[in-house]
């Protein structure tokens, strides 16, 4: 059971609605995936319009929405797009985005924590995107964020944990929860992350850009529940050396 | 569903009978990974005598047997423990394993494909345990082998895919199933294997020495699943670069 | 020819003195090193006594000096340092470190760029230590600071280059020199940084704590040449398949 | 100093002759390396003919040669082309190349020892080319090879040491020389080959198909030399927490 600012998941996979060729398609895939917190951009709603086409579905589905300020270059667009989603969506919970640069997407920490500081003031439940900075990790935490979402490669590259030694010492460190956060491309990455001790991984892209989005959702659930399970079951140590499983003598004393 | 010589599993996970601290964990842990073909070591078996303690668990379960020639450090050697283990367990089938290195227990090519030829004409289903080299697999393959069984890592070791580039040209090569049998010490490796189109993967000590035997089968179980779930699905490709999930414009036009 | 500030430098690794056995042991190997800039702590020095060990063979050297504000947890702790260094060395160049973790030495984001603006603004020379965040990178040089420093991995740790996927962004995108500047542990490591287009290294553990620091000192002033004239003349890309050097066909046409 | 054979070499780099696009840039390229032991293809001599263009160079260099047998894709096959090559080469030095895989160019394990234990027997000074497989090495090694040459990468596929973990396996076993044969793509690769033990490095395709050659060509001589040395002079460990070099205490007490 993962807990987040006293709500409680039984899910440890959170999951996006970008890039989905259909809503319908999206609504099946986050249904596979057994996600029940799911992120969104305030530009996919089409606010104040029937025509929407991403709430309904989410709706449907029963799941936790958490609204990004994805597109915010700076903390005060970040703070502005806070307050617009809390009117919109009424929930007061914020994955914060601020990324400067286009190409990379990569998160700005000092406008991070400058946004994080008056939006926890304010009220809000923050989920801050960030680098995998330790250091910037505990500050985001002093000031009162609900979890840490460090990266583990740029959103959208799909090339899993480049920055796994930094997100191991994040993890010792942390008292709140870690969700790894972006890059996370093949399940087999998510339960690498969950092995490690993270508490959640957000995964959007590589299950809405598979070959068959339903099937790949349904991967990502059971290899997050098997990367938690491992952890919990407590990993062998490595070596360096072989260790033989089989028995090396014995039945060919006979001969 | 993996078809080895004509025998149909519906679990990609196969499994071994050593470094179990009990029978009853070892069954347990079987159990829980839902492996339908195991792996023992004929010295495990004490034949003849009605104290032996591995078999009568494998029989509860009723899974298949594949008995393997550990310890053989030659073709002949190996030959002689085939013909054992024939009459012993009554199957044909047979993982050949021979490794004259004490020390990291990695297998011989030639002596590998010598008794494997001679194996084959006698009829029995050989799986070759070997090294991930693309060449040596096609003659195993030529000359009848049932699959070919490369190393990710030392046995034993829990280093998981130190041999990825070569494995996925084996991977590509193969008309026979390939089984990375060697060194996966990780539900995240069990799934990466899977991923890059593997047909099964053997793994023992993992689940053996885990703190937790019977909880990291049934990770292992998952995580199989997960990564066989993600090939069958279609993998998105990686990027050097961030491709955004979330749309990056539009909603601070109002500021 | 690596410049800096104005300064130019014949050498592209930089050097500290921490860490060896004895002063006379540091002066042999930061000659052999050949590098012209090499940091130092400011509590290495005993201000105003004459035994100091560590100045007069760095005087004798001929180097610059690059006084270091290790151990400061604040920016006003690493701004007091500055001060005091300025006028104990009579050098207004300042390589910027705050790191309140005293386990992983890991930079604090939010101070540094924080210390980094007011130093500047006070007409210091600031080469900051920093996370591989190219974010963080773009506004220390946006607030003047004469290169950037990121860090490869934890100081002394001799891991290489963790960081590698997030160094090449930072290259990519700066206009001021990028030093690697921690975690480089073996030639090898310094040469695959200068490889990928980074200005400069420095290395300080690696050597200092080697079996031979001066023959170690040595092989990484070979090391960064290699790696920079690598840079400089093209590295050819990567393939996934063989492509032969040798012709494949031809001599058996006579078989 | 590296000694095969009798024979000492002052360089631990080898070259080959492939895909230059000129005979002049490539004794150029040649000069640049240093080196001393040059493989080259029969085909590349056009025997008998005044036209050849790659031997002339060759002689005005004063290098060893060392003619390969590429192309060959049995151990009959090797054994023509090394009975045609002492002839036109007056050299009974031989780099036993058997790949019959024409993709990936990867060695033939079984054909290569066969080969190797008849010309040894001939009175050849065999160097096989082949897998990163320890118990392999040991095989070629025990029938009288003069070195081992394993792969860290498919041939010209410049991916570097993706073999790293089997080929300190090899090192630490070997008694004859071990010179990594194929896949080196930059000085860096060359390097850290060096610094695990290995004895040499050949390098054809990164120098040949590099920007500028000769610049190459001397980047590797630079780095090969760099990891030998850093070798010889005891690399540090490495640690999973940070070590500071500079003190953390002391300046900050007068505050």
């Known amino acids: 059971m ?6 409680q998941l039984n899910s440890r996979l959170l999951t996006g609605t970008g890039k989905f060729s259909s809503a319908s398609l999206m609504q099946s ?6 996600s029940e917190l799911v992120t969104l951009a305030l530009k996919r709603l089409d ?13 449907t589905l029963g799941v936790h929405l958490l609204p990004n ?6 903390a005060e667009e970040a703070i502005f797009a806070a307050h617009l989603s809390r009117q919109a969506l009424d929930t007061h919970w914020l994955k914060l985005e601020i990324h400067p640069d286009q190409r990379y997407l990569l998160p700005d920490a000092v406008e991070t924590l400058k946004a994080a500081e008056v939006l926890v003031r304010e009220g809000f439940v923050v989920l801050p995107y960030c680098g995998a900075d330790p250091v910037l990790c505990q500050r985001l935490q002093e000031v009162g964020c609900a979890a840490v979402m460090p990266l583990g490669a740029p959103i959208g590259s799909n090339r899993g944990l480049l920055s796994r030694d930094f997100l191991r010492i994040i993890v010792e460190q942390a008292r709140v ?3 790894v956060d972006a890059g996370i491309g093949a399940p087999s990455q998510a339960a690498e992350a969950m092995e490690m001790g993270v508490d959640g991984v957000l995964v959007n892209t590589a299950i809405a850009v598979a070959g068959d989005p339903v099937a790949m959702a349904g991967a990502f659930k059971l ?4 990367g938690r399970r491992a952890f919990e079951a407590g990993l062998p140590a490595t070596s360096s050396r ?12 006979g001969i």
């Open 29 to 34: 895939a986050l249904s596979a995936s057994g």
């Open 69 to 74: 300020t994805s597109g915010a270059r700076t």
């Open 47 to 59: 606010l104040g319009q029937r025509q929407d086409e991403i709430l309904p579905p989410l709706q």
């Open 2 to 7: 993962l807990t987040i600012a006293n709500r």
């Open 242 to 253: 072989a260790l033989p499983s089989s028995p090396l003598t014995g039945f060919l004393e």
């Open 177 to 179: 929860p870690v969700i």
């Open 223 to 226: 290899a997050v529940q098997a």
